[in-house]
């Protein structure tokens, strides 16, 4: 009688999930063989349609190069896992043969950043343990390049897609997730992109984003005077988050960008924990506009680089809750606000008015401004409170001196039990 009931239980788990079998198949077993310089677009797609085919699973690529020229799709229930242990650093120009593991080697689309990505995604699938790197990139002549990853176009639903241990060594634009999707994934990606690390956009259910880091150091930072460090200060975007209901960002980075994180104005609300950009060339954090919920920093570090073009912190409108944080680096403004409610509790602003014209820390035009528990540690003007504020609080700081402040507002500003630095107390 147990047998008989084992039986009918695996049967309605047949008809139930179908015939997954969540196999393990191997490429070498499909006369795909790597470092042979063959273009292996086609093998690989038809090996992965048999995979999709027979349930789903895992396709294996052992460690070497696979040269690809077209456009990957991997379709839904598939995974693609090759050989990675760390991410591998570059400092100095290199070919396939300098970077370790399973490397796809990726020549399609070049000068045609709208072309098909290097892999599509469907739900439920996935990339695990690959570097993508473009021979072709020259950092001394720079030229676009379609994402490496991205969300397919002949999706019509998208959830669950996941993209771990990947390094991009040189992309022009690293992962687009700006199609509609639910619930993506990116933990441990590690690169160079040269115009655009990260894309978030129509994401209606959480995503999460988990240790992404970008860095000159990933690919070549030497390998001229100005590049390719020149052309990601004038060009790259780190991360950029359109609508995203509710997105989890934790431990993410970026170095020598124009801009670090940019929400635009299509609206994003989330967590984001232990973020940082460092020397960006015109903002560290651009806030076009956000969900109501907004956006809420805990643990960041924000740095502009010398002679930037903007403000360390832009917030345009919405709703941004900076907590814990901390500024620093040659800049000449660390916050500007146009309008929306944006809150800095218990942050540390080290440096500003690089070229002590009189500009504050912190400029509010318009909207409500709390500041709260936080250091400034500079002499100087450290708050501007414009006209068209509506509300302020300004308590419980420590400023240098008591000239910290000025306000123009004719709205309902609080000021309170702020201590200052030389004990000159009014």
């Given at each position: 009688m147990r047998i008989i009931l084992l039986l009918l239980i695996a049967f309605c788990g047949v008809i139930l999930f179908g015939n997954a079998t969540n196999a393990f198949f191997n490429v070498l077993d499909f006369n795909v063989v790597p470092n042979d310089e063959k273009d292996d677009t086609k093998a690989i797609n038809d090996i992965i349609k048999r995979v999709y085919e027979s349930g789903g699973g895992v396709l294996y690529f052992p460690a070497g190069v696979y040269t690809v020229m077209?456009?990957?799709?991997?379709?839904?229930?598939?995974?693609?896992q090759g050989v990675w242990q760390t991410p591998h650093g570059q400092e100095y120009l290199g070919m396939t043969d300098n970077i370790k593991g399973t490397v796809f080697a990726a020549y399609g689309g070049r000068n045609n950043p709208y072309d098909e990505p290097l892999f599509n995604l469907y739900s439920s699938s996935?990339?695990?343990?690959?570097?993508?790197?473009?021979p072709e990139q020259d950092p001394f002549d720079i030229v676009p390049y379609p994402p490496s990853i991205a969300i397919s176009k002949k999706a019509l639903s998208v959830k669950s897609i996941s993209v771990e241990n990947v390094t991009l060594v040189n992309p022009y634009i690293g992962i687009d997730f700006s199609r509609p999707h639910e619930l993506h994934y990116i933990r441990n990606v590690f690169?160079?992109?040269?115009?655009?690390g990260v894309k978030i956009d129509g994401c209606t259910d959480i995503g999460r984003i988990e240790n992404v880091h970008f860095n000159p150091n990933f690919w070549t930072f030497f390998a001229s005077p100005g590049r390719p460090?020149?052309?990601?200060?004038?060009?790259?975007?780190?991360?950029?988050?359109?609508?995203?209901?509710?997105?989890?960002?934790?431990?993410?980075?970026v170095w020598g960008a124009k801009i670090g994180y940019e929400f635009e104005s299509s609206g994003c609300n989330g967590n984001f924990v232990g973020i940082g950009a460092d020397w960006c060339s015109q903002s560290s954090l651009l806030v076009r506009d956000t969900q109501a919920p907004g956006i809420l920093i805990v643990n960041g570090e924000f740095v502009n680089?010398?002679?930037?073009?903007?403000?360390?912190?832009?917030?345009?409108?919405?709703?941004?809750?900076?907590?814990?944080?901390?500024?620093?680096?040659?800049?000449?403004?660390?916050?500007?606000?146009?309008?929306?409610?944006?809150?800095?509790?218990?942050?540390?602003?080290?440096?500003?008015?690089?070229?002590?014209?009189?500009?504050?820390?912190?400029?509010?035009?318009?909207?409500s401004l709390i500041v709260q528990g936080s250091h400034f540690a500079k002499k100087g003007l450290a708050i501007y409170i414009g006209e068209k504020v509506k509300t302020a609080n300004i308590f419980g700081n420590v400023f240098n001196d008591s000239h910290f402040m000025i306000n123009k507002s004719n709205g309902d500003v609080e000021i309170g039990l702020n201590s200052f630095l030389n004990h000159l107390k009014k």
């Open positions: 077209g456009s990957v799709e991997i379709l839904p229930n598939v995974t693609i996935s990339i695990r343990g690959i570097t993508i790197f473009y690169g160079c992109p040269l115009k655009v460090i020149g052309y990601m200060s004038e060009n790259l975007i780190g991360f950029i988050f359109g609508r995203s209901d509710w997105e989890y960002v934790l431990n993410t980075f680089a010398s002679n930037c073009s903007g403000p360390t912190v832009d917030v345009k409108a919405g709703n941004v809750f900076i907590s814990n944080s901390s500024f620093w680096g040659p800049t000449q403004q660390i916050a500007s606000i146009s309008n929306g409610v944006v809150v800095f509790s218990t942050c540390n602003f080290l440096d500003w008015d690089s070229e002590n014209s009189g500009v504050p820390a912190i400029e509010a035009k318009g909207g």
